[in-house]
């Protein structure tokens, strides 16, 4: 049962008008960016942030133990169209290399648009929130005091500023948490104000002081300065200590303690936008002026302390069972799966996911050997996380989002043309490598337009080897060009952005120690994920090649090129032929035996980067699309697993669109054929009918069914089960359908809130 | 020697306990008018068309030697009495609308399938289900697989209507641990008339498997009109009174899926649509029988 004020809440947020905006932020922002225009960057920052929550208006709902949200109005036609008029002066009416000089990284025009150029970040990393409950706001601040007094970087400017800055933005925040205990107190709530007043500037002692501190630093972070799409680490271990003190000093029941995390979790999702940001189509999303959008926060927990010592606890119990009875999109639930994992907590988990709770699994017996490839310490190894969508870090120890979405079809496409494009020619492509990853593509991370490979010595292959051979030579050859312009980015941008604070400094390891943000180093990791897309696409693709070229010799390759140059103009029987061949998801080795390829090859030339790099980023491998794939087919010629040209690529781990038709047990045989040992992040998406997983005989056959995945080196799942009737239903009749919560890639949505193209992609996965 | 199956269903989880992979063996003698899989009843392979994906291409009917497929005023016509079931036109078909239904399996192919799911299996409490069809009209066949799934340590669970010989099945029962017995109706007479056989063998043998001692479940398929009335529902509730081995009895109210099935095969009449019984008879009836436990 959800204590009856967050029911409340949760229905209200259903209802929620899809305009409502917290409209004090931009109109204070904009009024303190030009109060303090001529202080330097770091305090300047602090100042602006300090204005606003000197000033927002607090929000203390009925019933709450955990306060603190924000106000919102639904702006009129004016208020619009001033702030829309913000977005154009920042980004719109200004150069790429003015926008260049102000953020290296953004990942759409739709991300950036709400975001001032001054108070900027992308969020997408985790901070030492356990430094923040155990220490305080206090002992922060005196650090970066202590750091400034002490003389350390008095010869620099730059760092001087940052730590002034970071005291001032520290303090903010304490004044902040004060108004609260002010409110608090003037309505008469003493408990709440004791707390707020406590914490403030002070350590938390309790489970519910621990909640209600890192939900100060929550809101003002995401709602304020638009730091969002947290990894909130491992929750049910930090949070221990606090609860079993509750416990033994009997000041705490076990429902009580449930009762706050409910209140905690929905206080995430309470501050999110109706609407799903990967359908930047819609209209929610177009119209939505907020730094927040529906971006989910990540929770981690269970999982491997160290070698043979199992994490599952109290609250990992508790925090699955508060998903389940929520079934909310946000927060975004990580469980770590480990050999031996407490039975009844596993079929806890499985129970969750069936009733479509936003809760998947990853692997620690995959992962951890993959990270440890992939340049994490084995200090630090057992320590890591997710944030969205599905990509790896060490809470703490690093900053934002880095990423490059990896067209692996794309080195097919070229090593089947000698190192050319396939449509060259005829559609006007140029062959030129030079051009490739411009600036663009670099910048919002995506191979999104055509490719050109290295074009030297690609003899026609006589065998299967000989042709995996140059599918590995493209592979690198794309992958080196794009770290050789990467790091000479970086350069730029380190060099911009020295002494620019942003929010997320203030709660990283290292940031305040070397008084430098993470862009320019401060903290221990940089990385870039490299998210390997399409490769059930890639794997069909070679398989086909080895079946129908060398094998069986029915056609030979240029026989192929040719048909695929032209989108099987003509050759509709080679087409048909090739689609017939058999593919990835149906536990078939001679196809599956692919992934080991691609994915080998993927992970060689990323393991390469990271011994040849000198810039500060090293690279880890994921298999992962998001809901890029569309967009990634779209540049590509048809494949010789019978796609046609333009047509999207597979997605995420699945195999290719409707290729899987051997039930689901064949599915993950395939899959976990992948060397997941060396991949570090990525979604599968797995579909289940209602009917077939069904009481508790169907919970135990869930359980087993993805505790065998995972033994057999499956590295991550997630499961939607919803029949194909239900989502049709649903586009019919969405108000009877307002909770139908899906998970797209790495994030949940709720059904009718997607845009239609969105809907379109998952009906078409779901079979039944 | 191959046996000839319709379909492997794999993470089958309605067919016995556990994740198992359900075998249907293509051939029945039982030819239930409601039958949910009317494909599986003819003993030999089948064509299917589904004449949503079809587009009138026209490519089946330039493949075929037989002039079975011919295409008439851009529509593609089918001669039954033609075709040779060669197959040719199903690759030729790039929508999927062609599908050969039935494979001859040697058991060494067949297993192969089968022991991949092995780890499912073991973790889940599940195995192999032999179903159909009747997988007793093919019992040379059947016992091979029986006897390589029991080799293996395999939980093995035989679907069988039992309108066979009762050497047959005596044969097969050591490598048998669960039966799932389908019973159509106790009135000779309505049994004959829904099914086109009677029922006393069926259940004559039925009487001397639960003698035997092997682990029972009893499934009978309940149709509006048919075999729903709560007389026939009793003398099935006293005939299985004292059975020993009979671990559950599942009623399975009637769903249409056979109609649509039957359309898409022009080797097979269409099937009559019939309707579920109502949902208080069923509640009644699953009285009945656990009162008889």
Redesign the interface.
């Known amino acids: 049962m959800l204590p009856k004020h967050v029911e409340k809440s949760i229905a209200k947020w259903f209802e929620k008008d899809g305009e409502a905006t917290f409209f004090e932020r931009i109109e204070l922002q904009q009024e303190a960016a030009e109060k303090y225009k001529n202080d330097a960057y770091a305090p300047r920052y602090s100042r602006i942030l300090n204005h606003i929550l000197e000033n927002i208006t607090l929000v203390i709902k009925e019933g709450e133990n955990i306060v603190g949200d924000v106000f919102e109005i639904i702006p009129n036609d004016d208020q619009r169209e001033w702030a829309e008029s913000l977005s154009e002066e920042w980004w719109e009416d200004v150069s790429e290399e003015e926008k260049q000089d102000r953020i290296m990284f953004y990942y759409s025009p739709g991300w950036i648009k709400r975001r001032n150029p001054i108070f900027f970040t992308f969020g997408h990393l985790s901070y030492d929130w356990n430094a923040i409950i155990t220490k305080g706001l206090d002992w922060h601040k005196e650090h970066a005091q202590e750091l400034l007094d002490s003389g350390r970087y008095s010869d620099n400017k730059d760092k001087t500023d940052f730590l002034s800055g970071a005291v001032e933005a520290y303090d903010a925040h304490t004044k902040f948490i004060r108004r609260y205990a002010e409110e608090a107190e003037n309505q008469g709530l003493k408990e709440i104000a004791g707390i707020c007043r406590k914490i403030a500037g002070g350590p938390a002692e309790t489970l519910q002081e621990a909640l209600q501190l890192l939900w100060f630093i929550v809101l003002v972070s995401q709602k304020v300065a638009g730091c969002g799409v947290f990894c909130f680490d491992r929750m049910d271990q930090y949070l221990l200590p606090f609860f079993e003190n509750d416990l033994a000093a009997e000041r705490l029941a076990e429902e009580e303690a449930f009762g706050l995390i409910v209140e905690f979790f929905n206080k995430n999702n309470e501050i999110l936008d109706h609407g799903d940001h990967m359908s930047q189509e819609s209209e929610v999303v177009k119209n939505n002026l907020e730094v927040t959008y529906d971006d989910p926060n990540y929770i981690i927990i269970a999982g491997l302390l160290s070698k043979g010592v199992s994490g599952v606890n109290k609250l990992s119990h508790l925090m699955i069972r508060a998903q389940h009875e929520m079934r909310l999109r946000n927060p975004f639930v990580v469980v770590r799966w480990h050999e031996g994992i407490d039975p009844v907590f596993w079929r806890e988990v499985c129970d969750a996911m069936r009733h479509n709770a936003t809760v998947v699994v990853y692997n620690d017996e995959t992962m951890i050997p993959a990270l440890l490839e992939f340049g994490i310490e084995a200090e630090d190894v057992y320590g890591y996380g997710y944030y969205g969508c599905n990509d790896p870090l060490i809470p703490g120890k690093e900053g934002g989002l880095r990423q490059l979405w990896v067209n692996l079809v794309w080195p097919f496409e070229l090593a089947l043309n000698g190192g050319r494009a396939l449509c060259a020619g005829e559609n006007g492509c140029v062959h030129d490598p030079e051009a490739n990853f411009g600036y663009r593509d670099r910048l919002i991370g995506l191979m999104s337009g055509v490719y050109s490979g290295d074009d030297e010595d690609n003899n026609e292959p006589e065998s299967m080897g000989d042709f995996i051979k140059l599918y590995k030579k493209q592979l690198r050859f794309l992958l080196l060009q794009y770290m050789e312009k990467m790091e000479q980015d970086y350069l730029l941008e380190q060099k911009y952005s020295a002494g620019r604070m942003r929010i997320e400094d203030l709660f990283l390891q290292g940031t305040i120690d070397e008084a430098t943000n993470w862009i320019a180093g401060g903290t221990k990791y940089h990385k870039i994920t490299m998210q390997g897309s399409g490769m059930a696409t890639a794997v069909d693709s070679l398989a086909a090649i080895d079946l129908a070229v060398f094998r069986d010799k029915k056609f030979t390759l240029s026989e192929i090129r040719e048909a695929l140059k032209t989108d099987f103009k003509d050759r509709?029987?080679l087409?048909?032929?090739l689609?017939?061949l058999p593919k990835f998801g149906n536990?078939i080795d001679e196809v599956d035996k692919y992934a080991t390829v691609v994915t080998n090859a993927f992970c060689d030339v990323v393991a390469e980067m990271n011994e040849t790099r000198t810039g500060l980023y090293s690279y880890m491998p994921t298999l992962s699309t998001d809901r890029d794939f569309t967009g990634m087919g779209a540049c590509l010629a048809a494949t010789s697993d019978g796609r046609r040209a333009g047509e999207q690529i597979s997605e995420n781990q699945s195999p290719y669109l409707g290729a899987d038709h051997?039930?689901?047990?064949?599915l993950l045989?395939s899959v976990a054929k992948v060397p997941f040992d060396r991949i570090t992040g990525g979604p599968l998406n797995v579909m289940l009918h209602p009917s077939?997983?069904d009481g508790d005989?169907?919970l135990?056959?869930l359980a087993?069914?993805f505790?065998?995945f995972m033994?057999?080196g499956g590295m991550q799942v997630q499961l939607n089960v919803v029949g194909r009737d239900e989502l049709l239903d649903a586009q019919q009749k969405p108000d009877q359908h307002k909770n139908l919560c899906v998970r797209i890639t790495g994030y949940s949505a709720y059904f009718v809130q997607m845009g239609k193209i969105a809907q379109e992609e998952l009906i078409n996965r779901t079979v039944n | 020697m191959k046996g000839l199956i319709f379909n492997i269903q794999r993470f089958s989880t309605k067919d016995g306990p556990g994740i198992r992979t359900t075998v249907f063996f293509k051939g029945c003698n039982v030819n239930c008018a409601w039958c949910h899989n009317p494909e599986s009843i003819d003993g030999d392979l089948m064509l299917r068309f589904d004449s949503k994906r079809c587009i009138n291409c026209g490519r089946c009917a330039e493949v075929c030697r037989y002039s079975a497929t011919e295409m008439i005023e851009g529509r593609r016509l089918y001669h039954l009495e033609k075709c040779t079931l060669c197959g040719d036109c199903v690759p030729a078909c790039g929508e999927g609308a062609l599908e050969m239904v039935g494979k001859n399996y040697t058991a060494e192919e067949l297993y192969s399938i089968i022991i991949k799911d092995e780890d499912f299996y073991r973790e889940s409490g599940g195995g192999v289900t032999f179903s159909g069809g009747e997988p007793l009209l093919q019992q040379e066949f059947l016992l091979d697989m029986l006897k390589r799934c029991k080799a293996a340590g395999l939980h093995t669970s035989l679907d069988t209507a039992l309108n066979v010989e009762w050497s047959s099945i005596e044969e097969v029962l050591p490598w048998v641990d669960l039966v799932l017995l389908d019973i159509k109706g106790m009135n000779s007479e309505r049994h004959l008339r829904n099914t086109g056989v009677s029922n006393e063998k069926i259940l004559e043998n039925a009487e001397k498997l639960s003698a035997t001692g092997v682990e029972i479940i009893v499934r009978m398929p309940i149709v509006k009109g048919l075999n729903d009335s709560i007389e026939e529902l009793r003398a099935a509730a006293a005939f299985l009174k004292d059975w020993q081995n009979l671990s559950a009895v599942e009623l399975l109210p009637y769903h249409s899926l056979g109609v649509d099935k039957s359309s898409e095969y022009e080797a097979l009449e269409a099937q009559k649509r019939f309707e579920a019984p109502d949902s208080d008879l069923i509640d009644k009836a699953r009285e009945l029988f656990n009162r008889s436990e």
């Open positions: 509709e029987d087409r048909i032929y689609d017939s536990d051997s039930g689901v047990t064949a045989n077939t997983i005989d169907g135990s056959k087993a069914l505790s065998v033994k057999r």
